[in-house]
């Protein structure tokens, strides 16, 4: 018999979400999509649940823009209302998740700052999604420079990067390795902050080790393009990964080429998985994107098996952030003029 997974309402988080995933669209309103202009693309998702969203914001934007902020906007909400919503174990790893929004909506602070962009524009950029508020994201944007804005940062969400890349930052001005920092410090707290033993946790934690296993996979594409050093490439590496530890991480980046290692990576038990997304002939942009199917099928098919968990909470997320992703890919391809082929391939469905 199914155990619930430690103390929380899973029972009415996962309704309330498995509610709105049968509202998320499918793909054949994709397909419906594809064929449509802008104006066009604006008015049918305004007829599938971002209706408020594009009624508020039609008055300050149109076109590409008045997609990218209702598509936006329309996520934070539902992501902050299944936040709200719960409570105990299920609150607590729900918004271990959701605090990838804060660290994104961090760097595009960051990054706007050191390169002097326009707080309103900045400011349509953030996706209010995490644990942090509005306020916090305004008193962080009010701040004259970008130390200032990562120190008060990490004070916020009780971290702290590493005396070496702060250094780094100072003597260089680059960001880069601030960037990582963060996205390093998110996955580990993340899969720090899944704690119990019961099957449904277990599930979970394995999850958010695979997805890290795919984010190291994902810098290694990346590196091999840009022909990083093994070495460097070292101080970029997630430890918790179920199957890529630090051994094998420092082997995949001394391979030669792209084609090698994506050959070495069939030693990995996940390859069995991921080997219909991957293959030796795949190009990086596509690999990556192949990843994030596997990635989101994965959720998908953990959440069916302990439905009154979080896995299922975590799934819809994933399902949201895709369809938000696919219906600005979608907009921006027509509006580039790509080749549907092209946009239908870049999609995750």
Same mark, same amino acid.
């Given at each position: 018999?199914? +155990? ?5 309402? $899973? ?8 509610? *709105? +995933?049968? !509202? ?7 397909? +419906? ?18 209706? *408020? ?31 709200? %919503? ?9 918004? %271990?998740?959701? +605090? /990838? ?7 595009? @602070? ?28 305004? /008193? ?37 390795? &601030? ?15 899944? !704690? ?14 695979? &997805? ?6 994902? =810098?290694?594409?990346? $590196? ?10 070292? !101080?970029?590496?997630? *430890?918790?990964?179920?199957? @890529? ?14 084609? =090698? ?7 990995? /038990? ?11 002939? =795949? ?36 399902? !949201? ?22 946009? /239908?391939?870049?999609?995750? @469905?």
């Amino acid at each position: 018999m199914f +155990k619930r997974s430690g103390t929380g309402n $899973f029972a009415y988080t996962s309704s309330r979400v498995k509610a *709105k +995933k049968s !509202k998320l669209l499918k793909a054949e309103d994709y397909n +419906k999509l594809q064929a449509m202009s802008v104006p066009e693309i604006s008015r049918y998702i305004s007829e599938s649940g971002y209706s *408020k969203e594009m009624t508020d914001l039609a008055g300050m934007h149109d076109g590409l823009e008045l997609v990218e902020y209702a598509t936006y906007g329309n996520m934070a909400k539902a992501f902050r209302s299944i936040l709200g %919503a719960a409570s105990g174990d299920c609150k607590n790893m729900v918004g %271990a998740y959701l +605090k /990838k929004w804060d660290y994104i909506n961090a760097l595009t @602070i960051l990054r706007g700052k050191r390169y002097g962009l326009p707080l309103d524009e900045i400011r349509g950029d953030l996706v209010v999604a995490g644990y942090l508020n509005m306020e916090d994201f305004e /008193k962080l944007m009010q701040m004259a420079n970008v130390e200032d804005i990562l120190a008060s940062f990490c004070n916020l969400m009780h971290i702290r990067i590493p005396e070496e890349v702060l250094a780094v930052y100072k003597a260089q001005s680059d960001l880069a390795p &601030v960037e990582d920092a963060l996205v390093i410090t998110y996955y580990e707290d993340l899969l720090a902050s899944v !704690k119990g033993n019961d099957r449904p946790t277990t599930v979970f934690r394995n999850y958010v080790r695979s &997805v890290i296993d795919v984010k190291n996979i994902e =810098t290694l594409l990346k $590196f091999k393009i840009e022909k990083v050093d093994a070495e460097v490439g070292m !101080k970029f590496f997630i *430890k918790g990964g179920r199957e @890529i530890d630090e051994k094998l991480m420092s082997q995949y980046l001394n391979t030669p080429d792209v084609p =090698t290692l994506l050959n070495d990576l069939q030693q990995l /038990k996940m390859y069995a998985d991921i080997k219909d997304y991957v293959s030796a002939d =795949t190009d990086v942009i596509g690999a990556i994107s192949a990843l994030s199917h596997y990635q989101s099928d994965l959720a998908e098919s953990v959440s069916a098996l302990y439905p009154l968990s979080v896995l299922p909470v975590v799934d819809y997320m994933l399902r !949201k952030e895709a369809e938000v992703k696919n219906i600005r890919m979608i907009a921006y391809g027509i509006n580039a003029g790509l080749d549907p082929a092209v946009i /239908k391939e870049m999609l995750v @469905i």
